[in-house]
């Protein structure tokens, strides 16, 4: 795997984690997916991903450290640092696999 695939696929772990943390199996879901394409060496793999960030209910969309129960939502005690943590995270994901998708020659 090269070196900004490794980089890749490192974030992209962190993201998983996190998002399973907070109870969020959709997009850790899909973060699994991509990390299996990289593992495998899929040169889809960051288009994959960049796909996540489009459109209304994307991963762009996400916040976490929310909580509906009782008939109410509220937000968790540690929900800002989540979400710093979260838009760190989904920031450099963007960035990396960005970068290697255009890097790659071929049709986009």
Partial sequence: MSSANLALHAVVSELEV?????GEPHWADWMRRVITQLEQGNPG??????????GMG????????????????????????????????RGRAWEL????RDATPGPR
Avoid: H
């Fill in 97 to 100: 696999a960005r970068a290697i």
């Fill in 18 to 22: 996190l998002l399973r943390g907070d």
């Fill in 45 to 54: 793999a960051p288009e994959s991903l960049l796909r996540a960030y489009g």
């Fill in 58 to 89: 994307s991963f762009n969309d996400l916040a976490l450290g929310q909580d509906y129960s009782n008939g109410r939502f509220q937000w968790k005690a540690d929900a800002g640092e989540l979400n710093d943590r979260l838009d760190a995270l």
